[in-house]
């Protein structure tokens, strides 16, 4: 299956992705993922990247479009894939589509997890991710093992400021994507609210 996951900054794109991908057995592409591991690299391209994640604002399209084209173009993701965090502006959905074409691809669908503004930046906040096996955790509400605390990292751009940004740019630019998708008819909607199990059996659903 090919699969786009579209939704807000702390929407559980992440986690629920990991659960997905190992359900279907295909390779998850997150590209917020591929440019926090060029930061630590230190590429070219993470310094570049870098400045915008800060920020919260996202990196221009033909630095993000590059990447892509050639991640898809690599053989592990022949048979399928689910791509999380892009694409996120339609000039970026309309390189897809154009990508998907040479590759004479298709996506099966778009799900789109809804989670309203007011949860987002208190979900934010308390993330925190464990680099050993890439599992999310969140403060309060799924606390992780005590043993582990000091080994888990806090992202630079998991702050209020950088989240309000985050926001203003999927609203502003990330959000056109849904009539895109639409127009397709290629667009789920999942309830992005209540148990990460709940959401995962939606996700599964709403797929199928
Ligand atoms: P994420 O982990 O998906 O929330 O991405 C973290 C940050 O990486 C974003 O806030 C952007 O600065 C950058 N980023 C990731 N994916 C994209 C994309 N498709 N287009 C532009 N910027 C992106």
Redesign the pocket.
Known sequence: MRLIFIGP?GAG??TQCGRITKKLNIPHI???????AAVEQGTPMGVE?QR??T???????E??IGL?RERLSKSDVAEGFLL??????VP?AEALQETLKELEQSLDAVALLEVPDDLIVERIVGRRTDPETGRIYHVTFDPPPIQIIPRLRH?S?DTEE?VRA?LE?YHGQTAPLIPFYEELGLLRRVDGVGEVDEITERLMGALR
């Open positions: 900054p794109k992440g997150s590209t917020g993922d591929m440019f926090r990247a915008y994640m920020a919260g604002e996202l990196v221009p399209d630095v993000v892509v999380d965090g892009f694409p996120r502006t970026q992202r751009d950088a985050r740019a």
